[in-house]
C-alpha cells in the first residue's frame, strides 16, 4: 500500500525544505518536489505542518525493578504512550545484576517485550557485575544480538556500582568490539555518605535528594570517567542524564580536545528546578526524585544545558522515562527521601518539550530534529534505517502541527502514573499523525495503533566513530 504524504514542510538535519513524501509499505520510496509525485496514493494532506522522522527515545525503563519497586510503565503502557507523542522507537536497557549471566538478563527483557510492544524498540545492557565472563559476554552480545552499547554505574554502590577497575576493563573490553560505554556519572559512596549526614540532622524531605546529589559529585564522576577512556585508549564514551554546569564543562572540555566523549541531557533538567519542584510543599516534590537530580534555578545551568545542545557539547535529549506512582510507589520514602524511588515520566511529551525549546528561540527546527531523533540514530547504530526521512529508510514519520496547543495533564496523558510531573505545561505545537513503517498508528488524539506490532531493532556501530 502506498502514502503519499503531501504539502508538508520536511525537516531534517540540513533544515527545513517543502516536499512530498512518498511511503510504499513499511519504508520511504520517495521524497518529490511539491506537486510532482505520481497520482494514485492514499493522501495524508500535511499543509502547514512539519513532517519529521519519528522520534527516538535513547533512555527509557520500563517495567525497571528499583528500589523495591518497579517502574510502572510496562512495555504495553509505555511505547503506547510513546508512539502517541511521537516516538517511534525506544531504547530500552535490559540489566544484568550481580551474579547474573549477562545474557539471562537479555532474555529476561526479551521475554518482557515479546508481543507487548507498539513500537520499534532495541537495547542498551547494563552490566551489573563486570568480570571475566560479562567481558567475553560483551563480544557476544556486540556480534550476535545488536547490542553495541553497556551502562556502568558510578553510583549505587550494593546495587549496580562499578568500581574504577572494572570499569577500565569494561571500557577496554568497548575499545576493543567498537561499542560505546554509557556512564551514569555520579559519585555514589560520597553521596552516600551525604545521604547517611542528612537523615542524621533529620533532613528527610525530597528537597535533600537533590541537595546531598551536588553538582560537584555529578561533575567528578564526569571528569574521572573522561580520563578512565583515555586509559582505554579513547573508548567512545557516553554520558547519560547529564543535569548540571560543572559537569557539562567536563564533557565540553574533553570534545575540545577531540575525545570520543558525547552527552545527552533530559527535558527535566531544561526546564524544572531544585527549588520550585523538590522543594514543593509536604511531600509533594517526590513526583520529581530523580537521579541524577533537578538542580538549582539559582545557578546557570538550565541556561548552559540549552546552549549545550546548540553547541553539539550535548548530542542528545533522551527522558530516563522511569516512572512511579505517587500511591504505594514515591510514598516509600515518605519520612526518609532516599527510599523514593528514582525516576520520572515523559515518554509522552519529550517531542513536544523539545518543540517548545524552538519556539522559545533556544533551538532550530533542524536542531531539534536532531536532538531527538537523527543523532540518538547516528550515535546508537540505527541511521539510516532510523531518523532520516529518506528513500528507503523505515516510514517512521510525525506530522507535527505548530499551529495548536498541547496542554499536558495526568487526566489526559497515557502513561501508567497517577499524576504528571508536567501538569498543566502548554506547548505551541502538537503532534498530529505519526505513522510507524508506514502505517498510521496515531491520527488527531485517536490511538490506532496495537500491542505488539513492535519489532526488535538489531543495532550496529555508531557511526561517530572513526
Given at each position: 500500500m502506498s502514502t503519499l504524504i503531501k504539502g508538508g514542510t520536511v525537516v531534517g538535519p540540513t533544515g527545513p525544505y517543502a516536499a512530498d513524501v512518498l511511503v510504499?509499505?513499511?519504508?520511504?520510496?520517495?521524497?518529490?518536489?511539491?506537486?510532482?509525485?505520481?497520482?494514485?496514493?492514499?493522501?495524508i494532506d500535511a499543509t502547514g505542518k512539519y513532517v519529521i522522522p519519528g522520534a527516538i527515545d535513547a533512555h527509557t525503563?520500563?517495567?525497571?525493578?528499583?528500589?523495591?519497586?518497579?517502574?510502572?510503565?510496562?512495555?504495553?503502557?509505555?511505547?503506547?504512550?510513546?508512539?502517541?507523542?511521537?516516538?517511534?522507537?525506544?531504547?530500552?536497557?535490559?540489566?544484568?545484576?550481580?551474579g547474573e549471566v549477562v545474557q539471562d538478563?537479555?532474555?529476561?527483557?526479551?521475554?518482557?517485550?515479546?508481543?507487548?510492544?507498539?513500537?520499534?524498540?532495541?537495547?542498551?545492557?547494563?552490566?551489573?557485575?563486570?568480570?571475566?565472563?560479562?567481558?567475553?559476554?560483551?563480544?557476544?552480545?556486540?556480534?550476535?544480538?545488536?547490542i553495541t552499547s553497556f551502562k556502568l554505574f558510578m553510583a549505587y554502590p550494593g546495587v549496580f556500582y562499578s568500581d574504577d577497575g572494572q570499569i577500565l576493563r569494561a571500557m577496554q573490553k568497548a575499545r576493543s568490539n567498537g561499542a560505546m560505554i554509557m556512564m551514569h556519572a555520579e559519585n555514589g559512596p560520597a553521596i552516600d555518605v551525604l545521604v547517611k549526614q542528612a537523615l542524621e540532622r533529620?533532613?528527610?524531605?525530597?528537597?535533600?535528594?537533590?541537595?546531598?546529589?551536588?553538582?560537584?559529585?555529578?561533575?567528578?564522576?564526569?571528569?574521572?570517567?573522561?580520563?578512565?577512556?583515555?586509559?582505554?585508549?579513547?573508548?567512545p564514551l557516553?554520558?547519560?542524564?547529564?543535569?548540571?554546569?560543572?559537569?557539562?564543562?567536563?564533557?565540553?572540555?574533553?570534545?575540545?580536545?577531540?575525545?570520543?566523549?558525547?552527552?545527552?541531557?533530559?527535558?527535566?533538567?531544561?526546564y524544572l528546578t531544585l527549588e520550585d519542584q523538590l522543594g514543593a510543599p509536604g511531600f509533594e516534590g517526590a513526583k520529581w526524585v530523580c537521579s541524577t537530580p533537578l538542580r538549582s534555578g539559582k545557578e546557570s545551568h538550565r541556561a548552559d544545558l540549552w546552549q549545550g545542545l546548540r553547541t553539539n557539547d550535548l548530542s542528545v535529549v533522551s527522558t530516563d522515562h522511569c516512572p512511579f506512582c505517587m500511591k504505594d510507589q514515591k510514598e516509600m520514602g515518605v519520612g526518609d527521601f532516599s527510599k523514593i524511588p528514582n525516576g520520572i515520566g515523559s515518554v509522552e511529551h519529550r517531542?513536544?518539550?523539545?518543540y517548545q525549546g524552538v519556539?522559545?528561540?533556544?533551538?532550530?527546527?533542524?536542531?531539534?530534529?536532531?536532538?531527538?531523533?537523527?543523532?540518538?540514530?547516528r550515535m546508537f547504530g540505527l541511521y539510516p534505517r532510523k531518523g532520516v526521512i529518506a528513500p528507503g529508510s523505515d516510514a517512521d514519520i510525525v506530522i507535527y502541527d505548530?499551529?495548536?496547543?498541547?496542554?499536558?495533564?495526568?487526566?489526559?496523558?497515557?502513561?501508567?502514573?497517577?499524576?504528571?510531573?508536567?501538569?498543566?505545561?502548554?506547548?505551541?505545537?502538537?503532534?498530529?499523525?505519526?505513522?510507524?513503517?508506514?502505517?498510521?498508528?496515531?491520527?488527531?488524539?485517536?490511538?490506532?495503533?496495537?500491542?505488539?506490532?513492535?519489532?526488535?531493532?538489531?543495532?550496529?556501530?555508531s557511526d561517530y566513530l572513526i
Amino acid at each position: 500500500m502506498s502514502t503519499l504524504i503531501k504539502g508538508g514542510t520536511v525537516v531534517g538535519p540540513t533544515g527545513p525544505y517543502a516536499a512530498d513524501v512518498l511511503v510504499d509499505g513499511e519504508t520511504i520510496a520517495a521524497l518529490f518536489a511539491p506537486g510532482r509525485a505520481p497520482d494514485g496514493p492514499e493522501v495524508i494532506d500535511a499543509t502547514g505542518k512539519y513532517v519529521i522522522p519519528g522520534a527516538i527515545d535513547a533512555h527509557t525503563h520500563m517495567q525497571m525493578p528499583f528500589g523495591g519497586t518497579e517502574a510502572s510503565d510496562t512495555f504495553d503502557t509505555g511505547t503506547r504512550a510513546a508512539a502517541i507523542g511521537g516516538t517511534t522507537t525506544i531504547i530500552d536497557f535490559a540489566i544484568q545484576r550481580y551474579g547474573e549471566v549477562v545474557q539471562d538478563g537479555l532474555a529476561a527483557w526479551h521475554q518482557k517485550t515479546a508481543g507487548r510492544c507498539h513500537i520499534d524498540y532495541a537495547f542498551h545492557m547494563i552490566v551489573g557485575g563486570v568480570d571475566d565472563d560479562a567481558l567475553k559476554a560483551m563480544d557476544q552480545l556486540v556480534n550476535d544480538e545488536g547490542i553495541t552499547s553497556f551502562k556502568l554505574f558510578m553510583a549505587y554502590p550494593g546495587v549496580f556500582y562499578s568500581d574504577d577497575g572494572q570499569i577500565l576493563r569494561a571500557m577496554q573490553k568497548a575499545r576493543s568490539n567498537g561499542a560505546m560505554i554509557m556512564m551514569h556519572a555520579e559519585n555514589g559512596p560520597a553521596i552516600d555518605v551525604l545521604v547517611k549526614q542528612a537523615l542524621e540532622r533529620g533532613e528527610t524531605d525530597p528537597i535533600y535528594h537533590g541537595i546531598t546529589r551536588p553538582q560537584e559529585l555529578e561533575a567528578e564522576a564526569t571528569s574521572r570517567a573522561i580520563w578512565l577512556a583515555s586509559v582505554a585508549a579513547d573508548c567512545p564514551l557516553y554520558i547519560v542524564h547529564l543535569s548540571a554546569s560543572k559537569a557539562l564543562e567536563q564533557v565540553r572540555a574533553a570534545r575540545d580536545l577531540g575525545r570520543n566523549v558525547f552527552a545527552e541531557t533530559c527535558p527535566q533538567y531544561l526546564y524544572l528546578t531544585l527549588e520550585d519542584q523538590l522543594g514543593a510543599p509536604g511531600f509533594e516534590g517526590a513526583k520529581w526524585v530523580c537521579s541524577t537530580p533537578l538542580r538549582s534555578g539559582k545557578e546557570s545551568h538550565r541556561a548552559d544545558l540549552w546552549q549545550g545542545l546548540r553547541t553539539n557539547d550535548l548530542s542528545v535529549v533522551s527522558t530516563d522515562h522511569c516512572p512511579f506512582c505517587m500511591k504505594d510507589q514515591k510514598e516509600m520514602g515518605v519520612g526518609d527521601f532516599s527510599k523514593i524511588p528514582n525516576g520520572i515520566g515523559s515518554v509522552e511529551h519529550r517531542v513536544d518539550l523539545l518543540y517548545q525549546g524552538v519556539v522559545d528561540g533556544k533551538l532550530s527546527l533542524a536542531r531539534w530534529v536532531e536532538t531527538i531523533a537523527t543523532t540518538p540514530a547516528r550515535m546508537f547504530g540505527l541511521y539510516p534505517r532510523k531518523g532520516v526521512i529518506a528513500p528507503g529508510s523505515d516510514a517512521d514519520i510525525v506530522i507535527y502541527d505548530p499551529a495548536v496547543r498541547t496542554r499536558i495533564s495526568v487526566e489526559t496523558h497515557h502513561m501508567n502514573m497517577d499524576y504528571s510531573a508536567w501538569e498543566g505545561w502548554e506547548i505551541d505545537g502538537g503532534v498530529d499523525t505519526v505513522l510507524s513503517r508506514g502505517e498510521v498508528i496515531s491520527r488527531g488524539g485517536e490511538y490506532l495503533g496495537r500491542a505488539g506490532r513492535g519489532n526488535y531493532v538489531k543495532r550496529g556501530l555508531s557511526d561517530y566513530l572513526i
